[in-house]
């Protein structure tokens, strides 16, 4: 196999063969000499050459080249990806140790665009207080709606405060009664939160100081009552 492989090397089917039957043989620093030097020759091929080094560090368990390959190819492509990848961002950190895993995920929060759903990296990781600040920064009543079960039982005050800011900026700009019932139906919902009938009646009663003059929406609030 050896002299085939020197003969006929230029082939890359003969090149993956026999860096399999090397792996498979179990001679990994043999193939990882291989692997890296096809990889910085061949580009077209150079993703394969990666992936099967990455292979040889699994069998190895070598969680340190790991982290410092597959790891920050993951981590690269996680920040370029326009969804989130939650699959992804599993395996990037099962490479690290919980305290290393902390300081990685704010780096690599930080580093996501800012149309990215980092919600689903903070559910992921249990992390509900940073889920609510960044829910609070979103301000996406939709989204928020998702993890309400989990964070209400921590987090309903700053729920019915960020569900207060929205629909205090949402009637500044829509005057019809198609909103004014989604308000009125948000509102009875809110009563629902710890503390949250109290919260309800203290809005409700500065919106009918406020903008008395929107009959429509006066009619509204009535419901909440």
């Known amino acids: 196999i050896k002299h085939v492989y020197h003969k006929y090397c230029k082939y890359i089917s003969i090149r993956k063969y026999y860096i399999n039957y ?3 043989d179990r001679q990994y620093e043999k193939a990882l000499k291989i692997l890296k030097k096809y990889k ?17 560090y699994e069998l190895q368990d070598d969680q340190e080249m790991l982290k410092k390959t597959k790891g920050e190819l993951l981590f690269n492509k ?13 395996e990037l950190r099962s490479y690290y140790t919980a305290e290393e895993w902390n300081e990685k ?15 689903y990296y903070y559910f992921d990781d249990e992390d509900y207080e940073g889920l609510m600040h960044y829910l609070t ?22 729920i019915l405060e960020l569900y207060a800011s929205v ?18 139906s948000t509102l009875c919902k809110m009563k629902h939160f710890e503390g949250g009938q109290e919260f309800v009646e203290s809005f409700v ?18 419901r909440v009552s």
């Open 22 to 24: 090397l792996i498979k």
């Open 40 to 56: 910085a020759e061949d580009n077209y091929n150079a993703s394969w050459y990666e992936y099967r080094m990455f292979d040889i």
């Open 78 to 90: 996680l920040i370029k990806k326009k969804f989130a990848d939650v699959s992804a961002y599993r």
């Open 105 to 119: 995920r704010q780096l690599l929060i930080a580093a996501l665009p800012e149309y990215a759903r980092k919600d």
């Open 137 to 158: 920064e979103l301000k996406d009543l939709k989204i928020l709606e998702e993890y309400e079960e989990f964070l209400e039982h921590d987090y309903s005050s700053q």
């Open 167 to 184: 629909l205090d900026e949402q009637v500044k700009h829509y005057q019809n009664r198609t909103y004014y019932k989604f308000f009125a």
């Open 205 to 222: 009663s500065n919106w009918k100081k406020k903008y008395k003059n929107r009959y429509a929406l006066m009619e509204e609030l009535e």
